[in-house]
Nanobody
Framework: VQLQASGGGLVQAGGSLRLSCAASGRTLSGYSMGWFRQAPGKEHEFVAGVSRSGGSTIYAEPVKGRFTMSRDNAKNTVYLQMDSLKPEDTATYYC?????????????????WGQGTLVTVSS
């Protein structure tokens, strides 16, 4: 499956952004999905994940209560709604697909990755 992430940009602290990840090549309903981020000089960090059906979501502690991941299998797209953004959320965000039913928290659990979209949060 090919993944295309979009929606990044520059936003002030406290603002919101919604990232999208559109899939092509295969139907997204066969995959659990994850969002990861990578800040300069740091490793990939798990952000959020959603099960194949969308009925189960998991979040990293730093984003709990601020970020919401969802999916629309009919549109072959997953989303990451990011509210109350902080400067420490600045990173390139990547979506990834995993053939398992439930999402993984480790990058190694995913076998397809999008190209990344840059989110910059100014203070």
């Amino acid at each position: 499956v090919q993944l295309q992430a979009s929606g990044g940009g520059l936003v002030q602290a406290g603002g919101s952004l919604r990232l999208s990840c559109a899939a092509s090549g295969r139907t997204l309903s066969g995959y659990s999905m994850g969002w990861f981020r990578q800040a300069p000089g740091k490793e990939h960090e798990f952000v959020a994940g959603v099960s194949r059906s969308g009925g189960s979501t998991i979040y990293a502690e730093p984003v709990k209560g601020r970020f919401t991941m969802s999916r629309d299998n009919a549109k072959n797209t997953v989303y990451l709604q990011m509210d109350s953004l902080k400067p420490e959320d600045t990173a390139t965000y990547y979506c990834a697909a995993n053939s398992a039913y439930y999402p993984a928290r480790l990058p190694g659990g995913y076998n397809s990755w999008g190209q990344g979209t840059l989110v910059t949060v100014s203070s």
